[in-house]
């Protein structure tokens, strides 16, 4: 197939300081392009301009003799909306009191008298952008008068060049034959490159990377003075990180900058040894360790350019975070051979991967440019081999690909797995943008340029796009192959593209190939959908916009299976849902715009996080005060155990470090009659104003049958939604909960009765719950899990019986809820409750039943509570993956819904077996719900409407799985 034009992806390209979406800075080398800023809009340093980006205008950064060799060039994505690009106000004061010269600095700057908080509001981010100057002009003069010849250009990335004091060093005294420049640059590289404050960098909490200013022809000692006064007013503690793991051998390290462990960054010296030893240190749970989560890590990169030779291996339980806003550079070498150079799941010399795919749970990857340009073209190499799980992402990646002819690189290759969520993602080039095949998955937030193939999907049973934009590939969505199950698109574009979407099966449903297409816009795009004997929907070299097809079986609640190819009625929005026409969305804050003065520390406001300290005081203190004061709080990875509810008010913001554990424990919620939240967000159902919270499990330890994990209440909708983000819930199965193998062993050859079931591991009420008058509720990448086995690597895997009585239960009276990528299993009664809701989205939802059942059935340990609205069940029942009860203006766009096991067995869900191992699993009931792409295992009847039964598996056979690809109540 020819393929189209080559043509320039538009203004601006993804490079190292340069996060998807986001305003940026960027150091440019004189002979480069870039984009104008405004002269009018603003002035700053020595007349050189800053502020408001021209529209569309670009141009080259002359070599003048009398100027640096490099600016920082203000940037934006959003150039169209005129929107500044102005530097923040700051002050400056010189240590010993004398004036700084005035004339090379900006008159707005003033950051008060000596001894206040100089970064409160010319941040982090500002400073490292001069210590890119500061590393690079200073750095170049230093080197001059030492050696009498110029240092090398930095590359083009956003970090400082090398330098040849230690980065990792905290002192602030230079050796004896160094200059006193050499000592801010020292002091400096601790603090705002290597080390920024290591408690709060995770994932960004604090910017190490731009600034918002322009600097010209800068008097170096005026930047050397600059220097001085900003380290005297900061925080000279911290370079030292807080995090603990409590079941982790003494010494044991979470936060790990890879710069501790020798790697550069200088896109020279070979770096990957020196990451692999910082993932790998410390007794962690690598390839041959099953799992464990005593050993959690948080591996930093600082901005710079890392050679990579061999693959990054990744382990269990594991953060790979890059500076937000100054992308570090993973680059392949040129004699790079290997298959993948990032590596989630390593293949072991028997052909096998390290970890099952479907236990690969916990991970991060996120803030980096994967570059494969160095390496042939004609190499079969892809940037991230990611066979995971649930409670895994990738987010805000910029792929750097060969656009060559001959090109077989790949951006990311899935294989396998049970996954997940994947989202802010960019690429340019390669055969196959992503080449990909997992059970199911939701990928939110791709743009994809000048790839052959932008998607390429191996397999599926359920997969859900949102928000993709392709632009210039030969073709969008390759679907041909034959294990394609259904596919989900929305609100997704495709541009310059002759193809936009390809599929391979012949023959009607119910094969593979199952799709429903909402709101998917095309330009210059002549096919549409093309089928294997052709032409299946007409596009045009002019813009138009699949408002829905589909393909598949449908149902009614009294009709089906129809067959049926082609245009859909698309849903009917409800207005709350939608931002612009598209769904809400909303990617998880990194803070890195906020000073380090407004973020505070869990461990340094007084909790312990050390699994045995009751930390309930310290956290409610501390949420009560940060939020109050509008700081972020730092939750430091450890497991903070809590005697009572943690009440988490309005207006916070909570981030995170390598998954801290939230561990409820004691008689307070032990009463199964009076449930208590142990996290409540909000004071009351139907409180106003709204929180962020972010990258966090929260658990119980031993007998809670009186807990519900979490409690949302706020009514979020007036304004900004609150947002959940990696936020898991997590009953059981490891080190701490007293909920493990030696204590909750499975019994599958006991028949179990309410006399003889084991009241030590009924460890949760629920996991959460949405009361009615909370509305404005954003979840993405949220796993509300019941163990199924233990995690611990002692146990290597043994399944395990726990007790949880309810999943999610959402009551919102109002709405809208938004449910990204969220899954919910093994719990009793069910998975997903919608009762007495409205206006809820669903994108790939998961379930699974427990395994146990029916052994109890779903009428054990619970009983039915008609607070909470519990469904009842008959002998024999197992728990609903998806109940809806007096619902309206439920969209679900994809769902998994799965039972696996019959006591323990997992022949019942074997293919030809009947698909026996639980009657029912989704239930309707007075309520109007469309569903897209629904996908069972192991259920023989597959919808069940106001108690009677509306789709049997057998007339919906799609392989392992059976599919509907479109049901409207």
Excluded at 498 to 515: E, H, I, K, T
Aim: proline content about 5%; hydrophobic content about 40%; charged content about 15%.
């Amino acid at each position: 197939m020819a393929r189209a034009e080559t043509r320039s992806a538009p203004f601006p390209q993804p490079v190292a300081c340069e996060p998807p979406n986001h305003k940026f800075m960027r150091t440019v080398q004189c002979g480069e392009s870039a984009r104008k800023c405004d002269p009018s809009a603003s002035h700053g340093w020595n007349g050189v301009a800053v502020a408001r980006v021209w529209r569309g205008s670009n141009f080259t950064v002359p070599c003048s003799s009398g100027s640096i060799r490099r600016r920082v060039v203000c940037c934006t994505e959003a150039a169209a909306s005129g929107r500044s690009c102005r530097p923040r106000h700051a002050s400056l004061s010189a240590a010993n009191g004398d004036s700084v010269n005035k004339k090379h600095v900006d008159p707005r700057l003033d950051l008060g008298p000596p001894g206040s908080t100089a970064l409160r509001a010319f941040q982090l981010h500002g400073l490292l952008a001069m210590s890119t100057l500061l590393n690079g002009v200073v750095g170049d003069h230093h080197q001059r008068h030492r050696h009498g010849a110029r240092a090398p250009a930095p590359n083009k990335a956003c970090h400082p060049p090398s330098t040849k004091l230690p980065l990792s060093s905290t002192s602030t005294t230079a050796p004896a034959s160094e200059s006193s420049v050499s000592t801010v640059c020292l002091f400096v590289s601790c603090i705002f490159v290597g080390h920024v404050d290591t408690r709060l960098v995770n994932s960004g909490l604090v910017n190490l990377a731009y600034g918002n200013f322009v600097v010209d022809e800068l008097n170096y000692v005026v930047v050397v003075v600059f220097f001085v006064v900003v380290v005297n007013h900061v925080n000279h503690d911290i370079c030292r990180s807080l995090g603990v793991a409590p079941f982790a051998p003494g010494g044991y390290k979470v936060f790990r900058n890879v710069k501790d462990y020798g790697a550069v960054g200088d896109g020279a010296t070979d770096d990957t040894a020196a990451i692999n030893r910082a993932i790998s240190e410390g007794d962690r749970c690598g390839p041959g360790c099953v799992g464990s989560t005593k050993t959690p890590g948080l591996i930093y990169f600082p901005p710079g350019t890392y050679l990579i030779s061999s693959p990054i291996v990744d382990f269990y339980y594991t953060q790979l975070i890059g500076n937000p806003s100054c992308l570090p550079v993973l680059k392949a070498t040129s004699s790079f051979k290997d298959r993948w150079l990032l590596d989630g799941d390593q293949y072991g010399p028997n052909g096998k991967l390290a970890w099952g795919s479907t236990n690969v749970f916990w991970r991060q990857v996120a803030n980096f440019v994967i570059d494969l340009t160095n390496a042939p073209s004609n190499l079969l190499v892809a940037g991230i081999h990611w066979p995971t799980a649930q409670a895994t992402s990738l987010s805000n990646i910029v792929f750097r690909l060969s656009e060559a002819p001959d090109t077989q690189h790949q951006g990311v290759f899935i294989e396998e797995g049970s996954a997940g969520y994947v989202g802010d993602l960019v690429f340019y080039g390669g055969a196959q943008a992503l080449s990909i095949g997992n059970q199911q998955f939701t990928m939110r937030n791709l743009t994809i340029y000048n790839a052959q193939t932008a998607i390429q999907q191996i397999w599926s049973w359920g997969w859900t796009y949102i928000g993709v934009s392709i632009n210039n590939c030969s073709v969008g969505f390759d679907f041909s192959a034959t294990a394609v199950g259904s596919i989900v698109i929305v609100d997704s574009h495709i541009k310059d593209t002759p193809v936009g979407v390809v599929f391979g099966q012949s023959s009607a449903p119910p094969l593979s190939n199952n799709f429903a297409f909402e709101n998917v816009g095309l330009k210059n795009v002549p096919v549409a959908i093309q089928g294997p004997s052709g032409t299946v929907l007409a596009g045009s070299t002019g813009a138009s916009t699949i408002a829905a097809w589909g393909r598949g079986h449908k149902y009614t609640s009294t009709s089906g299976p129809t067959s049926f190819e082609g245009a859909i009625a698309p849903n009917s929005r409800t207005p709350s849902l939608v931002a612009g026409g598209d769904y809400y969305t909303r990617s998880k804050p990194q803070y890195q715009n906020v000073p380090l003065s407004a973020i505070v520390s869990a461990r340094d406001a007084g909790a312990k996080g050390d699994g045995s300290t009751d930390d309930t005081a310290a956290l409610n203190a501390l949420f009560t005060a940060a939020a109050a004061a509008d700081k972020v709080v730092f939750l430091d990875a450890g497991i903070y155990k809590v005697s009572s509810t943690i009440k988490i008010p309005t207006g916070s913001r909570i981030f995170g470090e390598a998954y801290p554990v939230i561990l409820s424990s004691g008689a307070f919620f032990q009463n199964a009659n009076s449930p208590k939240p142990v996290v409540q967000i909000g004071a009351a159902s139907g409180a106003g104003g709204s929180v962020e919270w972010s990258n966090t499990i929260v658990s119980t330890q031993g007998a809670q049958p009186g807990a519900i994990l979490i409690e949302f209440n706020l009514a979020s909708g007036g304004g900004t939604p609150s947002g959940l983000w990696d936020v898991h819930t997590r009953v059981g199965g490891f080190a701490g909960t007293n909920l493990q193998l030696a204590n909750c062993p499975k019994t599958p050859s006991v028949i179990v009765t309410a006399a003889n079931l084991n009241q030590n591991c009924v460890a949760a009420f629920m996991s959460m719950h949405v009361t009615a008058g909370a509305t404005g509720l954003y979840m993405e990448n949220c796993w509300l899990w019941v163990a199924d086995h233990d995690i611990e690597k002692e146990a290597n895997n043994q399944q395990i019986t726990v007790y949880a009585g309810r999943g999610l239960l959402v009551e919102s009276v109002a709405g809208p809820v938004w449910l990204y990528g969220t899954s919910v299993e093994h719990h009793q009664m069910y998975e997903y409750q919608l009762a007495g809701t409205k206006a809820v989205f669903m994108g790939q939802i998961q379930t699974e039943t427990a395994y146990y059942q029916k052994n109890p059935d779903a009428r054990l340990p619970f009983a039915p509570a008609a607070a909470y609205r519990d469904p009842v069940f008959l002998a024999g029942d197992s728990g609903w993956g998806l109940r809806v009860v007096d619902s309206a203006d439920v969209l679900v766009y994809g769902a998994g819904v799965y039972s696996f096991f019959d006591n323990y067995n997992v022949s019942c869900s074997d293919i030809g077996s009947g698909a026996v191992c639980q009657k029912r699993d989704v239930s309707i009931e007075h309520s109007t719900v469309s569903v897209y792409n629904l996908n069972t295992v192991g259920a023989t009847k597959m919808i069940t409407v106001d108690g009677v039964d509306v789709a049997d598996y057998s007339d919906n056979i799609d392989d392992f799985i059976a599919s509907i690809a479109l049901f409207r109540s």
